[in-house]
């Protein structure tokens, strides 16, 4: 029965995005819940930086494009934008995002096109699913 119950409350707390172990005094994390992936982009961040912590956070490659081709690794995303300049700010990339929304998104705060492929870049994720989803194959 306490099998039964450790994994109810691991499964809650996942559903919840809580991290138990601010209930308990900042302890280890006894579950060994791992919190759902996210990362913070800004325009000042470089098309590298984005790309490597998008691998490292979903397992997946991040594709970023310069119009058509894909973009310098160098290039800043500020540096990137086309046609709206005042497309700018900050976005949060979560795991429970589905890929289609992502992509969209993406376009609209910064105006660059990007496309979520599989971890060796060989096939792109389906848009229906989430990046958490697409990650798991």
């Known amino acids: ?3 039964c119950k450790n994994q109810y409350v691991k499964y809650l707390a996942y ?3 809580i991290k138990i172990s601010k209930f308990f005094n900042n ?9 759902m992936a996210d990362i913070s982009v800004s325009g000042r961040m ?6 490597a912590q998008f691998k490292k956070e979903f397992g997946l490659t991040l594709r970023v494009y310069n119009g058509a081709r894909f973009a310098d ?4 995303l500020a540096s990137l934008r086309k046609g709206d300049a005042s497309k700018s700010g900050d976005m949060k990339i979560v795991g429970n995002l589905q890929v289609g ?3 969209k998104r993406f376009m609209d705060t910064y105006g660059i096109k990007v496309q979520v492929a599989n971890a060796d870049d060989t096939k792109l994720a389906v848009n229906t699913l989430t990046l958490a989803a697409a990650a798991k194959g």
């Open 1 to 3: 029965m306490t099998d």
């Open 15 to 17: 559903i919840c995005k």
């Open 27 to 35: 302890s280890v994390n006894f579950l060994n819940i791992k919190s």
């Open 46 to 51: 470089s098309v590298k930086t984005l790309k």
């Open 73 to 76: 690794d160098d290039a800043t």
């Open 101 to 103: 929304s992502f992509e």
